[in-house]
C-alpha cells in the first residue's frame, strides 16, 4: 500500500496553467504505476493520464493529448501533471491513484488500488 497526497490545485482562468503533484510515501513508489483521474461536481470520476513504473509508458484520455503531460520523480516520490491551456471544462476535483507493479494499468478506477484525497482546480471563464 501507498499513501497518496496531492497538491498544486487552484483557481486559474483559462487559457492558463496549473501543475498538479502526488506524493507518495513508501520506498516501492518506483514499483507502482500512476493515474490521474477528474471528477466534476454531478459526474463519474474520468480517466485523465497514467505512467507506468518505468516512467516510459504514459497514457492520455484523448480528449486531453496535447494539453497535459505526466511525468514522474521516483528519486522524489512525485508524479506531475502539467495542464495547459486550461478550459473550463477541466473544472473538478484531481485525483491520483497508484497500482503496484503495472507498466499501463487500464484507464479505469477499478484498476487502481490506492487513491488520494483529490485536489480542487477551478477553471473561470
Known amino acids: 500500500q501507498v499513501l497518496l497526497v496531492e497538491s498544486g490545485g487552484g483557481l486559474v482562468q483559462a487559457g492558463g496553467s496549473l501543475r498538479l503533484s502526488c506524493a507518495a510515501s513508501?520506498?516501492?513508489?518506483?514499483?507502482?504505476?500512476v493515474g490521474w483521474f477528474r471528477q466534476a461536481r454531478g459526474k463519474e470520476r474520468e480517466f485523465v493520464a497514467s505512467i507506468g513504473w518505468d516512467g516510459l509508458n504514459t497514457n492520455y484520455a484523448d480528449s486531453l493529448k496535447g494539453r497535459f503531460t505526466i511525468s514522474r520523480d521516483n528519486a522524489k516520490n512525485t508524479v506531475n501533471l502539467q495542464m495547459n491551456n486550461l478550459k473550463p471544462e477541466d473544472t473538478a476535483v484531481y485525483y491520483c491513484?497508484?497500482?503496484?507493479?503495472?507498466?499501463?494499468?487500464?484507464?479505469?478506477?477499478?484498476?487502481?488500488?490506492?487513491w488520494g484525497q483529490g485536489t480542487q482546480v477551478t477553471v473561470s471563464s
Open positions: 491513484a497508484a497500482r503496484y507493479g503495472s507498466i499501463r494499468p487500464k484507464p479505469s478506477t477499478s484498476d487502481y488500488d490506492d
Open positions: 513508501g520506498r516501492t513508489f518506483s514499483s507502482y504505476a
